[in-house]
């Protein structure tokens, strides 16, 4: 039970609207996931014993004789019940007579989220008692059998404030946790939205699904896998970060386009935005460029996207690696608010102040700042102190006007100012990233700045033997409300090139890449691909 | 890329009639697959450079411009060769006029399965060279232009003779193998068929497709499992061998209905039959009985079957355990053909044959025979010794019956004659499985049949505390041509049953699993599930 982190990313953006309602309304908005003209509802009651669900009862069931299962939400006086199943809640009438004592004996001794199955009539609520908020208000059940499928011990605290819980305990109890709306609706977002994905990919575009081993064998530089000891003592499988080999060799196969719904691994250690295992959108097609991958990506999202939400605005802007640097001081820049940073410095061309003459002296020296709207109204002497602290922190630190920006946001919404609109989804293509960094230990040699199967620039092909330090990639990166959320490359499909970039510029022990540099050797087609969803692993 | 077994049965159900065929019809065959009156031909050349594929083109292309991709399949005497992709084949004309000089030398002089890209004309085959065994055989490409997208080193060993080839080799070179008419198929057919499923579960009935985490802790007694050291000295992560546990939590948190493609694992070695990691389809419902669930997977393989496949009949038969047994010495008949196991006692009743009489004389002896028919015809002398000789081997073992009808099927068929017809698919489901077997070690002691969540028969509940032995579960297996190709059980949903069944029968440790008996106490619905694709591990 987990979520990418572009997925999470989305429900951020849901639960605000969400928890601004004083009840949640059970059903209503994920009948509205999953209607549109083109799709019909599920069958929910086929293969079972209810013949309705809870939710789904409306004027239009007057009179039917139903059978329904579900937890009994609360109940009052003795009189009525509230009975709640996925899709929603409905009023159930307890029978006062005699001749039906057994039945008000179940309903009314069953603990609150006990599970019951009861059979009735729909009926109008009286004149007056309809209740507009709820989708089932306009009805109710005037039950004639009941029976109690199980009954629920006390509780460790109420459900109804569970989500005011810790964490830790919501983790405790995560059964009782997935019983709330809120969790209910996430996950049947997160399942409707990978099935559009895979229409979109399979159905319509001619993707094949396929997967790809898990037990595979160390990848060269894989720092961060989980080995799993084998039966052969010394011996040890590795649990890949990706399945990037196997479609690599799915293209040299012909398989042409490639998809996976892929459980990927990374031994890291525990960080707020990290997980050991995770799962990407993985991609691969061939005989495609750049602008191919990204239309493709354009058009899942749109195909994807959840039908209560604005739909998505394509084609996404695009920008370099060198303009966000320049514009946001970040790679992955929140672009849903501006605060961009400007080079001020020929303003201070003439200035006399001694540190700005001193930054304009020194080669590439600039001048930058980020214009705060309402700054003035709204920043405090001492919210002025902590920025100046901030920048003291990360003195030095090529990122530190990107940080700025986001802090100033921070501090701008601590004061009501609302800049990044959580319903708002800003889309941004980064390309044209360098296709080396100098390594950490050792500055003078390269490292690959994502993976060395990275395709070159075709305008920078002959920077590779003269200055390799200077040429860019056919690298893409999506990114989200500054969120990477998906990364990707045109590979180079030229055996010759892998084997220079391999052996001559990165130094790599070309033998553990053999089995890879051979099936380029026979037929490789031009390709490249994406993965959405993945984690963060540059910078 | 590997797959479940219930799907390579498929495979080779479908290897022979296409074996049969002189050359492989490239794209028709696939085609077929994906073409029904719901369902449109999935865009094969959105986002990449070609205009379309080589095995789509026909006389209705004529006069068009095109631009394929592919490989080059052959040449013949430098003046055409035909293109594959894995949509099929395609004649090129290669251009012999002075103008085209430099594209006839591109096309003359690359090797074979070399990628290229063309651009031409759609044009008629001269009258009488028009190729019926071809889809695209009534056309070929007038070439303009052309480009060698990367040449292809000389191959190990000709690509046409590749199945020819030992397994090690195919395997070596897989990316080779994948290139052949079979291996694209068979992907391509597991693509299609998984992309049903989803859709019958998630879009016609309501499943929630929710990734279940494979990094988790030890299961009690699983001890195949994989083991994974985290970060923590001493600990270790658990590879597990289905998401059983997390499923039933589901449905204790009010999922209602849950699938997932899941990855699952198993330490045992390497089998021809067994891989340590493989998937299985895995499904669990609320509310629901045995035949529900039964219903469900009758109407799933009915929507999934593939279109060039005679149709699943449905209901598929049902037999009991003990029936399976005594019919074909089994718990998974291959019912394609029949040659059942026949009880004769009666017929020696009264027999002065030392050995039968000895049999009929002991408690429950019985005398059973298997009628091969024309067995008198097509078995020789030293095939009733093999089969007197299997029979010695396998004295005294209860499934020797059930051995010696797939013995005598065997030789049968080495001698021609086709008992199980490989294009015929035979379901079974066998139900009423013992719930607990004597343990291996302790007979006098229990161990669950499957695993201890299974639920008793509900006519047998009084028996758990009587005589446990004899209770009989809610434990059902799908058959598939003598597969066991699916498994699962309606589950204990009472916490206190679970409890009895754990600690007093099965005398387990209770604490390891008081997570799940907890969650059982907090308003657990009824509940069951089944996994396809599964490995077997009963018997």
Redesign the interface.
């Known amino acids: ?2 979520f990418p982190s572009w997925l999470s990313q989305l429900y951020r953006g849901l639960s605000r609207p969400i928890r601004r309602t004083t009840q949640p309304i059970w059903g209503s908005l994920y009948r509205s996931l999953l209607q549109s003209s083109q ?2 509802i ?3 009651s ?5 013949t309705n669900t809870c939710g789904e009862l409306r004027s239009s069931h007057l009179g039917q004789e139903v059978t329904l ?1 579900g ?1 009994i939400q609360y109940r009052r006086q003795n009189t009525f019940l509230v009975l ?3 899709d929603g809640l409905v009023q159930v009438i307890i029978p006062q007579d005699e001749s039906a004592a057994s039945v008000k004996k179940i309903l009314c001794e069953a603990p609150v ?3 019951v ?1 009861v059979s009735g009539t729909v009926i109008s609520r009286p004149a007056g008692q309809e209740n507009p908020k709820m989708p089932t208000g306009e009805i109710e059940i005037k039950v004639k059998t009941a029976e109690l ?2 009954a ?2 006390k ?1 460790p605290f109420e459900i109804k404030n569970f989500v005011k819980k810790t964490e830790a305990l919501r983790l405790q ?7 709330s709306f809120q ?2 609706y996430n ?2 977002l ?3 939205m ?2 559009k994905m ?1 229409e979109y990919l ?5 993707f ?8 595979f064998k160390r990848t060269p530089g894989g720092a961060k896998e ?4 084998s ?1 052969e003592p010394g011996k040890f ?1 590795s ?1 890949p970060q990706s399945p990037q080999q ?1 479609k690599q ?2 293209m ?6 490639y998809f996976q719904v892929a ?1 990927c ?1 990374r ?1 890291e ?1 525990s960080r707020p935005d990290r997980q ?2 995770f ?1 990407q959108i993985d991609i691969e ?5 750049q602008t ?2 990204q ?2 990506i354009e058009g899942l999202l749109q195909y994807s996207w959840p039908n209560d939400k604005d739909p998505v605005v394509v084609p996404f802007p695009t920008m370099t690696f060198a303009e966000v640097l320049a514009t946001y001081g970040t790679d992955k820049p929140d672009t849903r608010f501006g605060m961009k940073i400007i080079d001020i410095s020929d303003v201070f061309r003439n200035t006399e102040i001694g540190f700005l003459q001193d930054a304009l002296s020194k080669p590439h020296g600039t001048v930058k700042a980020i214009c705060i709207p309402e700054g003035a109204k709204y920043l405090k002497r001492k919210d002025i102190e902590s920025i100046r602290n901030f920048a003291a922190d990360h003195f030095n630190q090529c990122s530190l006007l990107g940080k700025l920006r986001l802090e100033c946001a921070d501090l701008l919404e601590t004061r009501g100012v609302v800049l990044r609109d959580p319903t708002l989804f800003s889309f941004l293509w980064v390309v044209d990233f360098p296709l080396f960094l100098p390594k950490e230990e050792n500055p003078r040699e390269l490292e690959s700045a994502h993976h060395p199967f990275t395709a070159p620039h075709p305008s920078d092909i002959h920077l590779l033997y003269t200055e390799p330090k200077k040429a860019r990639s056919q690298h893409y990166d999506l990114v989200l409300n500054g969120n990477e959320i998906g990364g990707g490359s045109i590979r180079i ?2 055996a010759e090139l892998q084997r220079y970039i391999l052996a001559t510029l990165l130094k790599e022990d070309v033998k553990m890449l053999s089995h890879l540099l051979q ?8 390709h490249g691909g994406i993965a959405l969803g993945k984690q963060l692993f540059l910078l």
């Open positions: 039970m987990y799709r019909r599920p069958e929910f086929s293969f079972v014993v209810r299962c937890w709640r199943d996925f989220e006990s599970v199955q499928l199980n629920c011990k509780l109890y995560r059964y009782l946790d997935l019983r969790m209910q996950l049947r997160r399942s409707q990978v099935m895979r399979c159905n319509l575009h001619g094949v699904d396929i997967e790809t081993p898990t037990l989980f080995l799993v000891p039966r499988y649990l196997f060799l799915l040299v196969g012909g398989l042409d386009r459980r691994y031994d250690g050991p295992e799962t097609m061939s005989f495609v460029d191919g991958i239309s493709l499909h030229n099936a380029l050797d026979y037929g490789a087609p031009p």
